[in-house]
Nanobody, 115 residues
């Protein structure tokens, strides 16, 4: 069983920035792919960004150019740097990874963007 602990969610004004962190309970080296999803009230959970162990990244069109996903292996942490935040970025953000056929999710961290 893998536990993922997210942090960094907060209330921020539109145009502001936040950095989310995700720390797994085991070595980050054991995960080929890690990512961030988000879920707004009344909406389905959607992909925000993915990062592969070799460094390749993938972003949702809605966040391209504003968000950056990264992983710091020595610190055993994955990050999501969010800049130029918009009202529509308000959601609970979830860290995720998989091992074989199993998918693991964090508990989520709330990001609220105000006008």
């Amino acid at each position: 069983q893998v536990q993922l602990v997210e942090s960094g969610g907060d209330l921020v004004q539109a145009g502001g920035s936040l950095r989310l962190s995700c720390t797994p309970s085991t070595s980050i080296f054991s995960f080929n792919t890690m990512g961030w999803y988000r879920q707004a009230p009344g909406e389905q959970r959607e992909l925000v960004a993915l990062i592969i162990s070799g460094g390749s990244t993938k972003y949702a069109d809605s966040v391209k150019g504003r968000f950056t996903i990264s992983r710091d292996n020595p610190k055993n942490t994955m990050y999501l740097q969010m800049n130029s935040l918009k009202l529509e970025d308000t959601a609970v953000y979830y860290c995720t990874t998989n091992r074989g056929s199993l998918t693991f999710w964090g508990q989520g961290t709330q990001v609220t963007v105000s006008s």
